[in-house]
């Protein structure tokens, strides 16, 4: 009962933010911020992958994965559309955010090859240290992606050194973070039961992969 009424609960959020990006649309077209009316079309579409995917493949992703992606691309939009980025600290939380739902992606992404491919057998704490390794070296590679953005188009998308450095360590904190909670979430059980769904689904395309190929053989 509290199992369905978490779930519950989840959609109901889910559905909200999205509610949320359709009205920063709706702000952007008034004031007729073509770069934002562009941005939050692609973040509409973006934000609702998850269900596209559940609709159309069958495929059913995390309910929490869908919220995380959803409250970063409001985060983003909302920052650059309402001017939120002068905030002390807003680009601080947004990246942190970001950075969370990567190393989230990164653990689910292990954790079901680990439980369902045999090419993969990895230690709870092995995953932990690749999700915290893995959040950084994205990390580096959007710092790079900035820097390069920049000498091409003249942007300001880096703000010095020390906004790069910050930035880096945000990734590092929001991996160890996300690994610790992981960790902490499969001694107990409960992270097979968020990645049940997709994991099976997964388990079912890997069988029906193997049974063609035995087939093909015989």
């Given at each position: 009962?509290?199992?369905t ?19 920063f ?5 008034w004031k ?11 973040a ?7 269900t596209i ?14 919220i ?9 939009v909302?920052?650059g559309?309402l001017?939120?980025y002068?905030i ?10 970001s ?7 990164a653990f689910v992404?292990?954790?079901i090859?680990d439980?369902y491919?045999?090419g993969?057998?990895?230690?709870k704490?092995a995953?932990?240290?690749?999700v915290?390794?893995t ?6 590679i ?12 003249g942007t ?6 020390n ?8 990734d ?7 690994a610790?909670?992981?960790v902490?979430m ?5 992270f097979?039961e968020?990645?049940e ?10 069988i029906?992969?193997?049974?063609r ?6």
């Amino acid at each position: 009962m509290k199992k369905t009424s978490l779930k519950i609960g989840g959609v109901i959020l889910s559905y909200i933010l999205k509610i949320i990006m359709i009205i920063f649309l709706i702000i952007s077209i008034w004031k007729l911020h073509w770069i934002w009316i562009f941005g939050c079309i692609l973040a509409l579409i973006v934000s609702f992958i998850p269900t596209i995917l559940k609709r159309n493949y069958q495929i059913t992703l995390p309910l929490i994965l869908d919220i995380l992606i959803t409250i970063a691309l409001i985060l983003h939009v909302g920052g650059g559309l309402l001017g939120a980025y002068g905030i002390s600290h807003y680009d601080t939380l947004t990246h942190f955010v970001s950075s969370f739902l990567i190393a989230f992606i990164a653990f689910v992404i292990i954790y079901i090859l680990d439980e369902y491919w045999d090419g993969l057998k990895m230690d709870k704490y092995a995953m932990a240290f690749v999700v915290i390794i893995t959040t950084i070296a994205i990390g580096v590679i959007w710092e790079f992606n900035e820097w390069i953005t920049d000498i091409i188009f003249g942007t300001q998308e880096q703000w010095g050194y020390n906004d790069t450095i910050k930035d880096l360590f945000i990734d590092m904190v929001a991996g160890i973070i996300m690994a610790f909670i992981g960790v902490t979430m499969i001694k107990r059980g409960s992270f097979d039961e968020l990645t049940e769904d997709l994991g099976e689904q997964i388990d079912k395309k890997i069988i029906k992969k193997r049974m063609r190929k035995n087939n093909g053989q015989d």
